[in-house]
């Protein structure tokens, strides 16, 4: 079983900056995707960003130019850098992967962006 720890969320003002962790329980190369997931209060979870083993990345529209996720295959990590923080960016953050066998969901980490 793959387990999937996120790290970094928290409470930050507008226009600040965070970032992600999510330490994967083994090697991070052997995922087809590594992704992160937001769910905000009352809404339906929501794909943020996505990145190949290779290093390719894809990104909603709402967050391009703002946010950057890479992936560390020494350490099993990925990470997902947030800039000019928004309220609206306020959810809780899930850190996500696939393989052949399976889908894995980090617990989530909280990030409330507010003055």
């Known amino acids: 079983q793959v387990q999937l720890v996120e790290s970094g969320g928290g409470l930050v003002q507008p226009g600040g900056s965070l970032r992600l962790s999510c330490s994967a329980s083994?090697?991070?190369?052997?995922?087809?995707?590594m992704a992160w997931y937001r769910q905000a209060p009352g809404k339906q979870r929501e794909w943020v960003a996505s990145i190949s083993p290779l290093g390719f990345t894809n990104y909603t529209d709402s967050v391009k130019g703002r946010f950057s996720i890479s992936v560390d295959h020494a350490t099993n990590t990925d990470y997902l850098e947030m800039n000019s923080l928004k309220p609206e960016d306020t959810a809780v953050y899930y850190c996500y992967a696939r393989d052949s066998y399976g889908h894995f969901w980090g617990q989530g980490t909280q990030v409330t962006v507010s003055s």
């Open positions: 083994r090697s991070s190369s052997r995922f087809n995707v």
